[in-house]
């Protein structure tokens, strides 16, 4: 008897064992989900660019002599600072500072015979003077004092037209010393040499009309640097220069960089098999950034068309179906599908109108399998 009742009761813990087992792993098991709580805080419509956009140099320029000569000097390295005004490039000028020394030489004999032939139309002068105050007192004849007075008249045309060949010598200098000038570059601003294409003794010519040839030199200023990117025609009108930006440089990281809009292309890109876009030119607004920037580095902008600041916000990640949410109950570990009101959006938050109150948790790991409503959950990483 005391057999079968102890077998009654194996037999019975038995079945309760596997019943348990069958209800603790036949139960459904909470879904691990990423969850972000509502807050406030900015959120921003903004406009990004379509394709990458290029670090470029406020100024740049490629001087190259106006006429043909043999390289003579070229006294700047790559890479050098140099200012406005300072020499990069010297061609053989030597019969050019032969013609200029020519010229002064010229000018300085012209200065001296005028100088000369004054003074004598000035002796001229008073001598005529003279002789017609004495010709009123009747101690000079007529006939001296006419000559007198005709020799003064030439010697002044004498005088005059010696002023005039000074005059002459002087453009002829300028006309020297600008043909001289042709013979060397300078630097139009401050600005650091990118590239030099020649070497000393090599022989340049100008480029001819309509043919481009290389520069001799690659200037580019250092103090100013814009992004220059392409955004969709869709979004250009909501632009105007002057607004708020973000520029964020491929080489520097994840870094944000504060810009202003500096200008909007006036025509649209139409790229075969590509969207129409506009180019738009954004500035940096701290001079500081600048010292970090190289030409061609690339880039991307975005504009800020509108913010709403201190307004209930959730990661964008979180929205389904343009208008749904997950949040997740922590009272019942479940999750309740909600319907919201948006308002702005970006690609980090959107701006909850309706439908949600701060602090509540709403599901980020929106593509979680079994993601429905009611469904059990637990946050992810929490206690078991």
């Not at 010696?162 to 042709?182: C, D, I, N, R, Y």
């Not at 179906?321 to 970006?346: A, C, M, Q, W, Y």
Request: some cysteine.
């Amino acid at each position: 008897m005391k057999r079968a009742q102890t077998k009654s009761i194996i037999v019975l813990l038995l079945v309760i064992i596997a019943g348990y087992l069958y209800w603790n792993f036949s139960k459904p098991q909470p879904l691990e989900v990423a969850v972000h709580a509502v807050e406030r805080g900015a959120v921003e419509l903004t406009a990004a660019n379509t394709r990458a956009g290029t670090v470029t140099a406020c100024l740049r320029s490629y001087p190259t002599p106006s006429i043909g000569g043999q390289i003579a000097r070229i006294p700047v390295d790559e890479g050098e600072r140099v200012e406005k005004g300072e020499l990069l490039l010297e061609l053989w000028n030597d019969l050019h500072k032969a013609d200029v020394a020519l010229a002064e030489s010229r000018t300085e004999e012209a200065q001296n015979t005028a100088l000369a032939t004054c003074l004598q139309a000035e002796v001229a002068q008073r001598e005529a003077n003279r002789l017609v105050s004495l010709g009123k007192r009747g101690a000079a004849s007529a006939d001296q004092t006419d000559k007198a007075v005709t020799e003064a008249k030439a010697k002044a045309a004498q005088c005059a037209a010696a002023k005039g060949s000074v005059l002459v010598s002087k453009a002829q200098t300028e006309v020297a010393k600008a043909k001289l000038a042709q013979t060397r570059l300078v630097a139009p601003f401050d600005g650091i040499v990118a590239k030099i294409n020649g070497e000393v003794f090599e022989y340049v010519t100008p480029s001819p009309p309509g043919i481009a040839t290389l520069p001799i030199i690659d200037l580019i200023g250092a103090d100013c640097f814009y992004v220059a990117a392409p955004i969709d025609e869709v979004d250009a009108p909501g632009i105007v220069p002057g607004m708020p930006a973000r520029i964020t440089v491929d080489a520097l990281g994840s870094t944000a960089f504060e810009g202003r809009v500096r200008r909007i292309a006036p025509f649209v890109q139409d790229y075969e098999k590509q969207a129409r876009t506009v180019d738009v030119e954004v500035g940096f607004v701290r001079k500081e950034d600048t010292e970090l920037m190289l030409a061609g580095y690339s880039a991307d902008i975005e504009v800020i068309l509108q913010e709403n600041d201190g307004t209930l916000r959730i990661p964008t990640e979180a929205v389904i179906d343009d208008d749904k949410v997950f949040v997740f109950d922590p009272d019942d570990d479940r999750l309740h599908e909600k319907t919201i009101s948006k308002g702005l959006s970006n690609w980090h938050h959107t701006e909850v109108l309706d439908g949600l109150s701060a602090g509540e948790l709403v599901v980020t790991s929106v593509d979680e399998e079994g993601l429905t409503d009611g469904a059990i959950a637990r946050i992810e990483n929490s206690a078991q």
